[in-house]
């Protein structure tokens, strides 16, 4: 009778058991994308710390409560007023965010009453987020949402992030940190032999497609990789076998994503680099995947060779299974994803995160350099 | 007066250490008061420590004064000595009270978790006592609520109802929860409302969950006007018949040593008894 009953059966969730990014996490990156000057934690000193030091790398001003023993069991809303007032003073801000932690949700603290208060005369978002949630994209979607209610983002603006966000989070369960109950950490293959395979495939005359489908700010640091494998088909003289796509589009994002596609973008032009392919905005990686693989199906489905960086796993297999893959993440848990999925080698920029905050040009990359080294014995 | 640890001839012994629960505004701290004040008289080394955010298990053994609370002294970051937080009540009675947040800001639950560990740290009175009485608020809420039971400070566990169909369901709701955190109950307690048949339904209900019942504390006026005027019945109305069921009540607790695991009833049990 009741169709559907045989035919959906519910995918029971896994339980994952690796710790994964953070929601409170993810809500402080959304609230750097939107630009804030200061973001205050409000909660306990340590909650965040090491992201929260790297935001100030990036150029924002992270703060916290310091909410203690005190704090849980007498509420931090003074400590909140107090610390609104104090960094209005410090900072001089235009735009300022605050951001909810898991001891300060579970006592029910109230934000807002504590911005009516101290009542600064800049905007200032609020984001009721703890840790608690299954998919960190959850972070970013109350930072939107909080955004969009304090008329910070449009309404289209906020419709495309949420499509996006909801990709993602498909992404990671396919095939990302949230496809199996635990994924060991690895440094994927040894950079140098990958290297020489490279140069192989292009002292062979195999014609490669170079696809930088990155996060955001990472791009700094992937699109060294595109560079990198460029010169080295240019000195070998098969420069023109090299198809380059990446998602650079600076007409999409919020202002500092779009800001950081046009300074990589510039940087690739001045090397003399062409992208071939747009494939869509630096957020847009969970779907920038799919256009590459329509393009490749239409155009480039001859080819020998991919070098893939950034998200790799958002590239459709299908479009790609004839080739050689070689996968550049930063991420030591989707070492396994991806070698599951059929790419050849898989390869770790370790710490490629912290190195890409704060810059507004292309950074070295380990193995860009590996393969400039490499090419130097040629 | 000074009393140490070489004072105490029974140096050996382990203190009585008991929670009284039940639900919220059936007469618990009423109860506890009256009790210790009991104990006391007896000759027995008594503390009582109030674990409710109102602050206001041991004021009637204080002539109606409150005392400073812990979580309130660690919130104004002095110092804390036993001689700040530990004070000394009817007829020798150590009084302490845990305190907590205004109601609807932050978490009592983490404030009697934190209270008590400091208590523990700063204070040596529990040990030298023959009964320790921690006052409980009605509803297990949350974790810290059961603190003083979870962290091994609890010895024996009470239950105290009225025989009214919502007092007898919290009463069921605390054991399933007691023999959740699988603490055993070391009796009922019946404080009457005056409701119909009533010393009857809650024997059946502390016999039907495994328990007994202990003591039947009639209804009496003298109650509440002793403590209107900040005063226990052992301290106003030492002569009254009420006096003489505390006394009893207090006997049998400190006689007492046979705890059961309990079995709660399911509801639909609960509600015929009541019938």
């Known amino acids: 009778m009741d169709k559907n009953k045989d035919k959906v059966k519910v995918k029971k969730e896994i339980s994952i058991i690796h710790p994964r990014p953070s929601s409170i996490v993810a809500a402080l990156y959304t609230l750097r994308d939107l630009n804030v000057d200061v973001a205050i934690l409000h909660g306990p000193p340590g909650c965040s710390f090491k992201h929260a030091r790297l935001l100030e790398e990036d150029g924002i001003h992270v703060v916290t409560t310091s909410l203690d023993e005190n704090g849980f069991v007498f509420g931090g809303h003074d400590e909140l007023v107090a610390l609104l007032e104090k960094v209005s003073e410090m900072f001089d801000p235009k ?23 101290a009542n600064p005369d800049v905007p200032v978002i609020e984001v009721e987020v703890h840790a608690g949630y299954r998919n960190n994209t959850k972070g970013v979607l109350l930072a939107l949402e909080s955004a969009l209610d304090s008329g910070i983002i449009s309404e289209n603006e906020f419709d495309r992030q949420k499509d996006l966000l909801e990709e993602a989070t498909m992404v990671e369960k396919r095939h990302g940190a949230a496809s199996k109950e635990y994924l060991a950490p690895s440094r994927g293959d040894l950079k140098y032999k990958i290297a020489q395979r490279i140069i192989d495939l292009l002292k062979e005359g195999k014609r490669g497609i170079v696809i930088m489908n990155a996060k955001k700010e990472t791009g700094y640091m992937f699109a060294d990789i595109t560079v990198a494998v460029n010169e080295i088909a240019k000195q070998l003289g098969v420069g023109s076998n090299i198809i380059n796509m990446a998602n650079l589009d600076a007409t999409l994002g919020l202002p500092r994503v779009r800001h950081h596609a046009k300074c990589i973008m510039d940087d690739l032009e001045e090397r003399g680099i062409v992208i071939h392919e747009n494939i869509g905005g630096l957020d847009e990686y969970p779907i920038a995947g799919n256009v590459a693989g329509k393009l490749i199906e239409e155009k480039y489905s001859d080819y020998d060779f991919a070098v893939i960086t950034g998200v790799p796993h958002a590239i459709p297999m299908d479009s790609i299974s004839g080739m050689e893959i070689i996968s550049v993440t930063n991420g030591p848990r989707q070492v396994l994803p991806l070698k599951e999925m059929g790419h050849k080698y898989v390869i770790v920029e370790i710490d490629l995160h912290p190195k890409t905050l704060g810059i507004n040009h292309i950074v070295e990359s380990e193995f860009g350099a590996t393969l400039r080294e490499v090419a130097k014995e040629v | 007066m000074g009393d140490d640890m070489s004072n105490n001839p029974n140096g050996q012994k382990k203190p009585k250490v008991i929670a009284i629960y039940g ?253």
């Open chain 1, 95 to 117: 735009l300022i965010g605050i951001v909810g932690t898991c001891v300060s949700m579970i006592i029910g603290e109230e934000l807002h009453d504590a911005v009516l208060e």
């Open chain 2, 23 to 275: 639900k919220g505004g059936i007469g618990k701290s009423s109860t506890a008061s009256n009790v210790a004040a009991a104990c006391a008289d007896e000759g027995y080394k008594v503390m009582i420590i109030g674990c409710d955010p109102k602050s206001d298990s041991s004021i009637t053994l204080l002539g109606g004064k409150r005392i400073p609370t812990i979580l309130d002294l660690i919130r104004s970051g002095v110092e804390i000595t036993e001689n700040d937080v530990v004070f000394e009540g009817y007829n020798g009675v150590k009084c302490v009270e845990v305190g907590g947040p205004e109601p609807g800001i932050g978490c009592a639950g983490r404030g009697i978790i934190v209270a008590i560990q400091k208590l523990k740290k700063i204070s040596t009175a529990q040990d030298i006592c023959d009964l320790v009485i921690y006052d409980v608020p009605g509803d297990i809420v949350c974790g810290g609520f059961v603190a003083p039971i979870r962290k091994g400070l609890v010895s024996e566990a009470y239950v105290l109802t009225s025989g009214e169909y919502m007092p007898l369901y919290a009463a069921n709701n605390i054991c399933r929860g007691l023999s959740k955190i699988n603490t055993p109950l070391s009796g009922v307690i019946c404080n009457a409302r005056n409701v119909s048949r009533e010393e009857e339904i809650v024997s059946k209900f502390a016999e039907e969950i495994g328990s007994e019942l202990i003591s039947f504390i009639p209804k009496e006026q003298i109650v509440q006007d002793c403590e209107r005027d900040g005063f226990s019945v052992m301290e106003k109305a030492p002569d009254s018949e009420i006096a003489q069921v505390y006394r009893n009540l207090a006997r049998a607790i400190m006689s007492r040593n046979r705890s059961v695991m309990v079995k709660a009833l399911e509801d639909e049990r609960l509600r015929e008894l009541t019938r």
